[in-house]
Nanobody, 123 residues
């Protein structure tokens, strides 16, 4: 059975930093971070592929501020959040896909999900 376990969420002041972690029970074609704020749809934040280059893609909302990375020896994917803003407030979810079908930012194209970790940014 596949498990994804997130950690690292919490409260942070705008302009600070926070790092989220996601430990996976296996290896996947791609892993991503999504977020969902109250009353809004779940949106893709960043993805990292399991290829040699570790290709990454970011949403426009976080590009230049957040960094996704992975440590294959620990089966862990990270999301480094620098200079967070109040609009980054959301529940953050880790997701994993066995294939590259569909769009990187479409939730339905992922096979496994973590339970989520809350991020609260205060101004």
């Amino acid at each position: 059975q596949v498990h994804l376990v997130e950690s690292g969420g919490g409260s942070v002041q705008a302009g600070g930093s926070l790092r989220l972690s996601c430990v996976a029970s296996g290896y996947f074609f791609k892993m991503a971070w999504f977020r969902q704020a109250p009353g809004k749809e779940r949106e893709g934040v960043a993805v990292i592929y399991g290829n040699y280059e570790g290709t990454t893609i970011y949403s426009d909302a976080v590009k230049g501020r957040f960094t996704i990375s992975q440590d294959n020896t620990k089966r862990t994917v990270y999301l480094q959040m620098n200079s967070p803003k109040p609009e980054d407030n959301a529940m953050y979810y880790c997701a994993a896909a066995r294939t590259d079908e569909g769009s990187w930012s479409r939730p339905n194209d992922y096979d496994y999900w973590g339970q989520g970790t809350q991020v609260t940014v205060s101004s």
